[in-house]
C-alpha cells in the first residue's frame, strides 16, 4: 500500500573518505585500476514530530569513468568527484524547508546539473553527487520510521510523484506496489581485460588464498553468469573470448555472459564487425548462445545519435555510460537500445523511473522487449554493496555484476570491530575467510535476505571515526 510520505528537514550532511586498495589491478576501458578512495556520506534528517535520525551511504570513486578525458589524472578525477559531492552538499543544506525524501532530490536535481555544467562536468559526473546523498536521506528516513528500504519503496515512503518531467504520467505507485525483492540473487562475475583465464596466463601470483583467474573464480564460487571486457581491438578481442569460452565451455550446465564494450567503438559498424566475427568463428558459437546483451559498446559522444536499429547486432544493446540525463534512456529507446544500466552511483531514483518507463513501454507492445541489467562500480562490502543489491532485488533483476569482491581483499584493511558488526548483522551476505570478512557467493549465488531490514539495507555502521573527512573539490 502507498502511506502519506513524510516531509523530512535535512539537518546535517558529513562526507568522509578512506583509502580502497585493490588485490589485483582491474583493467576497464582507458584505465588500469590499482587504488582508489571510497566515499562516506553522513545525513541527518528531522521529521514533523520532532524526532531525527542518521542516514549513511558509501560509493567509490573511480576514476575514468564518469569522466574519460585522458588529460585528466586518476587524482583530477578524484577531485571532480568531491567537488560533485560538496556541490550537493551545499545545494540540499541551501533550503531549510521540509521535503519528501525524493523532493529533496528533485527540488535541486536541475540546478545542481546546470552549477555542474558551468564547472565543465558532465551530467554522469554531476549525478554522483546527489545519488549518495538521496540512498543517506532515505536510509535516515527508513530509520526514523522503523521500515525496511524494501517496505519502504514498495509503499512509496520517498513519495516519488511527477515533480520532475520525466516522472509524469507513469504509474509509479503501480510499479511499487509490484514489486517482490527476493531472497538470494545471482552474481555475475566480471572478466577484466588483464584477468588472468587460467593459471598458464598469470605473470606473479597474489597468493594470498584467493582466486585469482577464471578458472579459480569458478571452481570457488560457481558462478554461471560472466560479463566479458572487449576491447576494440576485434582480432585480439576474437582471440582473447576464445580463450575464455575454452573454460566457460566445460560447464555441463548452461552458462550466461554480457559483453561490455566500455564506448570502446566510434560506431554500430565496429561493433557489427564484432559480432559478424563471433558468429563466424566456430568455437564461439556457445559464447554466442549464451550471450544475453551488449553494454555501452558505442563512445557515450556519438551514442545517442547512433542509429542501431539498421545494423545487424545479433543481440540487445544497452546505455550505461550515456545514462547521463534522467532522460538519456528515453533518447537511447530511440535509437534502438532494448535496456539500461541500474547503478546507485547515477542515483536510486533513476533506476526506479527506468524500471517504470519498462514496464510502461513493454505493456505498451505486450512484450518484454526493453529491460534493465545491474552493472556494479566495484562497490565494496559495507554500505556500498548491500545498497546496491538491495536496489537490484527490488527491482527484481535476477542477476547483478559483482567485482569489487574480487579485485579487493573484502574488508581487510577496516577495522575488526567493523568487520565484526557486519559479519554479525549479514551472516548470510558475508563471511570470514583467509583473515577477513567478505562477500560470500555459494553456486553462484548471494543470499541477501538479511537486508531486509529497518535503515537502507544495513543492520551495521561503518567506523567514521576511522575516516579522513572528504576534502573539498577544486571547484568549490
Known amino acids: 500500500m502507498t502511506i502519506d510520505a513524510p516531509r523530512l528537514n535535512i539537518e546535517a550532511i558529513e562526507l568522509y573518505e578512506r583509502p580502497v586498495r585493490l588485490r589485483l589491478p582491474f583493467r576497464f576501458g582507458v584505465v588500469t585500476l590499482t587504488e582508489c ?3 562516506f556520506a553522513r545525513v541527518r534528517v528531522r521529521g514533523a514530530d520532532g524526532h531525527a535520525a542518521w542516514g549513511a551511504a558509501a560509493e567509490l570513486m573511480a576514476p575514468k569513468w564518469f569522466d574519460k578525458n585522458l588529460q585528466l589524472s586518476n587524482e583530477d578525477n578524484f577531485q571532480q568527484l568531491r567537488t560533485v559531492l560538496w556541490m550537493a552538499r551545499d545545494a540540499y543544506l541551501s533550503d531549510s524547508r521540509p521535503a519528501t525524501a525524493f523532493g529533496h532530490f528533485a527540488r535541486h536535481q536541475q540546478a545542481h546539473e546546470d552549477a555542474c555544467a558551468a564547472h565543465g562536468f558532465n551530467a554522469l559526473l554531476a549525478s554522483y553527487g546527489p545519488a549518495l546523498l538521496d540512498r543517506a536521506v532515505l536510509d535516515a528516513a527508513c530509520r526514523l520510521h522503523d521500515i525496511s528500504f524494501y517496505a519502504a519503496m514498495q509503499a512509496n515512503l520517498a513519495g516519488m510523484d511527477g515533480a520532475l518531467p520525466s516522472f509524469a504520467g507513469l504509474d509509479m505507485p503501480g510499479l511499487l506496489r509490484s514489486l517482490r525483492p527476493a531472497a538470494s540473487i545471482e552474481a555475475r562475475h566480471t572478466v577484466g581485460l588483464l584477468d588472468a583465464i587460467t593459471a598458464a596466463d598469470l605473470v606473479q601470483r597474489v597468493d594470498d588464498g584467493l582466486p585469482e583467474t577464471l578458472e579459480e573464480v569458478i571452481a570457488a564460487y560457481g558462478h554461471r553468469w560472466f ?5 576494440g581491438r576485434r582480432q585480439q578481442d576474437i582471440e582473447r573470448l576464445g580463450h575464455i569460452a575454452s573454460v566457460l565451455d566445460r560447464r555441463s550446465d548452461p552458462y550466461f555472459v554480457s559483453l561490455d564494450g566500455n564506448e570502446q567503438y566510434a560506431t554500430a559498424r565496429e561493433v557489427a564487425e564484432l559480432t559478424t566475427a563471433i558468429r563466424a568463428t566456430p568455437k564461439l558459437a556457445r559464447l554466442w548462445s549464451s550471450i544475453a546483451f551488449i553494454e555501452q559498446p558505442i563512445s557515450r559522444l556519438h551514442a545517442l545519435e547512433t542509429d542501431l536499429r539498421g545494423v545487424d547486432l545479433g543481440k540487445p544493446v544497452i546505455i550505461d ?3 547521463g540525463v534522467l532522460d538519456a534512456f528515453a533518447q537511447a529507446r530511440a535509437c534502438g537500445y532494448a535496456g539500461v544500466s541500474s547503478k546507485t552511483c547515477k542515483g536510486i531514483y533513476r533506476s526506479m523511473l527506468n524500471a ?11 512484450g518484454t522487449r526493453y529491460f534493465m541489467s545491474a552493472e556494479d562500480l566495484t562497490t565494496q562490502a559495507g554500505l556500498s554493496v548491500q545498497q546496491d543489491l538491495a536496489l537490484v532485488n527490488l527491482l527484481g533483476i535476477t542477476h547483478v555484476e559483482r567485482n569489487g569482491h574480487h579485485y579487493v581483499n573484502g574488508m581487510a584493511a577496516q577495522p575488526q570491530a567493523e568487520q565484526e558488526a557486519f559479519l554479525q548483522a549479514h551472516p548470510d551476505l558475508y563471511e570470514r575467510s583467509h583473515g577477513a570478512v567478505r562477500l560470500a557467493i555459494r553456486a553462484g549465488r548471494i543470499r541477501c535476505a538479511s537486508l531486509d531490514r529497518a535503515g537502507y539495507a544495513s543492520g551495521a555502521d561503518p567506523d567514521f571515526s ?3 573527512a572528504l576534502g573539498p573539490g577544486a571547484a568549490t
Not at 227 to 231: A, E, Q, R, T, W
Not at 356 to 366: F, G, I, L, P
Open 37 to 39: 578512495p571510497q566515499a
Open 227 to 231: 560479463k566479458l571486457k572487449v576491447s
Open 321 to 323: 555510460e550515456s545514462d
Open 356 to 366: 517504470a518507463r519498462c514496464a510502461a513501454w513493454n505493456r505498451e507492445q505486450s
Open 466 to 468: 576511522a575516516m579522513q
